[in-house]
């Protein structure tokens, strides 16, 4: 029993470390995405304004994309706090959904149906079963019991329901393969090694291959992750950036072309 919980104190510090690791592989393109939403925001509710009273005091006629960010920059200076309740209720309402059983489901399906994402927990659910499970089976842990624990580990009720199918369909007398593909989930690379490993009689071992094999696949996707978002952020920005400077530029030109047909 002892080298059980020794192994699982393991297996648990290494996921902790895992998700260390994507938190901070995270932690850049959130701190870009915030500054972005700040720079946005002193551009709406600072700068525009100014160039809207310099625009008003020439008597220059604006066009309607100028006109449009000036509404949207009154907007925002006059009603800023209903975009904070926005935001408040955002987050009340997530935390609330989190508590809840139902809402658990419903926020859980989500993040196993994010673009990108769901990928890169996809192979983190993966590598985390493939190595719990092998740590307790070569502890000697039974295949029912390990199978209990590991649908504890991952974390996510979506998959914990299915995980319960699976514990009936190997109390049924189904290979653990039958009824891991049943799931519809781990990809076709784990399915594979987990039916060579119960045909060979080395499961554990095969399992902690399968784990090694995908945490390595997990790192190189979650750097893949933050490599494609940091420059979206930037390109998004640049446009929506662009798109207010434009506004605002577009006006001050007519006004220098009408002081040069003079």
């Keep these: 029993l002892d080298r059980v919980f020794t192994r699982l104190a393991d297996q648990f510090e290494k996921d902790y470390k895992q998700q260390q690791k994507i938190r901070g592989a995270m932690t850049y393109p959130i701190i870009i995405l915030v500054i972005a939403v700040i720079v946005v925001a002193i551009m709406v509710t600072v700068v525009i304004p100014q160039f809207g009273n310099a625009l008003t005091g020439m008597n220059v006629e604006m066009p309607k994309l100028t006109q449009f960010m000036m509404s949207m920059s009154d907007f925002v200076t006059k009603y800023w706090y209903i975009f904070i309740l926005i935001i408040v209720g955002l987050i009340v309402g997530i935390k609330a959904m989190a508590d809840s059983e139902r809402g658990r489901l419903v926020l859980d399906k989500m993040v196993l149906k994010l673009p990108m994402v769901s990928d890169v927990i996809r192979t983190m659910m993966t590598a985390r079963f493939s190595r719990t499970l092998a740590t307790l089976l070569s502890s000697g842990v039974l295949m ?119």
Aim: charged letters at 20%.
């Design 144 to 262: 029912i019991e390990s199978m209990e624990i590991v649908r504890k580990v991952l974390g996510n009720s979506i998959l914990m329901q299915k995980m319960d199918e699976v514990i009936e369909n190997l109390k049924s007398g189904h290979s653990l393969t039958v009824s891991i593909t049943d799931m519809h989930y781990f990809p076709p690379m784990a399915l594979s090694m987990v039916k060579t490993g119960e045909e060979s009689g080395n499961l554990d071992e095969t399992l902690n291959k399968s784990a090694g094999f995908f945490e390595d696949q997990l790192e190189e996707k979650v750097q893949k992750l933050t490599t494609f978002i940091e420059p979206a952020i930037m390109i998004v920005l640049g446009g929506v950036v662009a798109f207010i400077i434009l506004s605002v530029l577009y006006p001050m030109i007519s006004v220098y072309q009408g002081i040069g047909d003079m």
